[in-house]
């Protein structure tokens, strides 16, 4: 009777276990309806899409009828913290990108400045102000390369001929280059600001790089006395003419031991005139000798050869 009593025991239990399995199931099902109920309900499709003019209307709303007056492109949409940039989402347009004066800088739909294009690719003449003209003066008598010119030449004048108005050695080529220098700031005063600015004369030489060499020979022989103006016309050469005259003039006040009679002031005045296209060759045809000719071959080598000789004797 004991295998009996066990089998029901263990149906009991079965049966205790299946209760209570059933019990925590009604509870589950319970509190899930109880939590359901507790929400909100879905909210109500909004009644905003719907024009405000017409409560009436159906959604969607019917198409428009077709109007003979002309389309009018809709407004962009406008972001709010800008007011003035679309979204992200619209492609911008060059209008809306291009450069304004703002404080932040905006991208620029046009092509990239070049500020030498000007003057690459265009012949208008691009004519100086007096101040500018006074300025370009000033760089030309305080370039290192004039000084270094005024002071070789001073001391080749005094090294050559010691017996000169200025005297022999340091004295002597001090006192020379003093009297250079101020010959060369007087021509710059005169001849590339005052006469040039009173005269709206353009103090620039103008190569002829492209021109035959006849033509660019007699470019640098007639521009002496014939130039061009600010308006980028040919003109008479009031700098060097006029100009030179003043020179000439101021400069019997402070040249030593020199003549200041008519005849010697005029054949001063007709040498430096005669002379004047000298600089004017330089210009127009050393940046040409500097493209053809190799410094280097020329005098350059010449040297380290005249060293390796005397270093093998």
Same mark, same amino acid.
């Given at each position: 009777?004991?295998?009996?009593?066990?089998?029901?025991?263990?149906?009991?239990?079965?049966?205790?276990?299946?209760?209570?399995?059933?019990?925590?199931?009604?509870?589950? +099902?319970?509190?899930?309806?109880?939590?359901?109920?507790?929400?909100?309900?879905?909210?109500? #499709?909004?009644?905003?899409?719907?024009?405000?003019?017409?409560?009436?209307?159906?959604?969607?709303?019917?198409?428009?009828?077709?109007?003979?007056?002309?389309?009018?492109?809709?407004?962009?949409?406008?972001?709010?913290?800008?007011?003035?940039?679309?979204?992200?989402?619209?492609?911008?347009?060059?209008?809306?990108?291009?450069?304004?004066?703002?404080?932040?800088?905006?991208?620029?739909?046009?092509?990239?400045?070049?500020?030498?294009?000007?003057?690459?690719?265009?012949?208008? #003449?691009?004519?100086?102000?007096?101040?500018?003209?006074?300025?370009?003066?000033?760089?030309?008598? *305080?370039?290192?390369?004039?000084?270094?010119? +005024?002071?070789?030449?001073?001391?080749?004048?005094?090294?050559?001929?010691?017996?000169?108005?200025?005297?022999?050695?340091?004295?002597?080529?001090?006192?020379?280059?003093?009297?250079?220098?101020?010959?060369?700031?007087?021509?710059?005063?005169?001849?590339?600001?005052?006469?040039?600015?009173?005269?709206?004369?353009? #103090?620039?030489?103008?190569?002829?790089?492209?021109?035959?060499?006849?033509?660019?020979?007699?470019?640098?022989?007639?521009?002496?006395?014939?130039?061009?103006?600010?308006?980028?016309?040919?003109?008479?050469?009031?700098?060097?003419?006029?100009?030179?005259?003043?020179?000439?003039?101021?400069?019997?006040?402070?040249?030593?031991?020199?003549?200041?009679?008519?005849?010697?002031?005029?054949?001063?005045?007709?040498?430096?005139?005669?002379?004047?296209?000298?600089?004017?060759? *330089?210009?127009?045809?050393?940046?040409?000798?500097?493209?053809?000719?190799?410094?280097?071959?020329?005098?350059?080598?010449?040297? +380290?050869?005249?060293?390796?000789?005397?270093?093998?004797?």
């Amino acid at each position: 009777m004991q295998p009996k009593e066990t089998g029901i025991r263990h149906g009991k239990c079965l049966i205790g276990a299946a209760a209570l399995w059933l019990i925590f199931f009604c509870c589950a +099902i319970v509190s899930a309806e109880a939590q359901i109920q507790s929400l909100p309900d879905a909210p109500m #499709p909004a009644m905003e899409l719907v024009s405000a003019a017409d409560p009436g209307q159906s959604f969607p709303p019917a198409a428009p009828a077709p109007s003979k007056s002309p389309m009018i492109a809709p407004v962009r949409p406008v972001s709010g913290l800008t007011g003035s940039m679309p979204f992200p989402s619209a492609k911008a347009s060059c209008g809306d990108t291009q450069s304004k004066s703002a404080a932040s800088p905006q991208m620029s739909c046009a092509p990239t400045y070049d500020p030498f294009q000007k003057f690459i690719h265009s012949a208008e #003449p691009h004519p100086l102000t007096a101040k500018q003209k006074a300025v370009l003066a000033g760089k030309d008598v *305080i370039d290192p390369f004039n000084l270094l010119t +005024i002071g070789g030449v001073s001391a080749f004048s005094v090294a050559t001929d010691s017996h000169s108005a200025y005297g022999p050695g340091g004295e002597g080529w001090a006192k020379l280059t003093g009297v250079s220098f101020t010959q060369d700031m007087t021509n710059e005063f005169f001849g590339t600001f005052l006469v040039p600015a009173i005269a709206h004369q353009d #103090p620039h030489y103008h190569r002829m790089p492209n021109a035959s060499y006849k033509r660019r020979v007699a470019h640098c022989i007639y521009q002496v006395v014939w130039t061009q103006g600010d308006n980028g016309k040919g003109m008479f050469n009031y700098a060097n003419i006029v100009g030179g005259a003043f020179e000439e003039a101021i400069g019997d006040a402070y040249v030593p031991y020199r003549d200041t009679g008519w005849s010697a002031a005029t054949a001063r005045y007709g040498t430096a005139l005669a002379t004047d296209p000298i600089g004017n060759f *330089i210009t127009e045809f050393v940046p040409d000798l500097a493209r053809r000719v190799n410094f280097r071959a020329v005098f350059v080598q010449r040297i +380290i050869n005249r060293v390796a000789i005397e270093e093998g004797q």
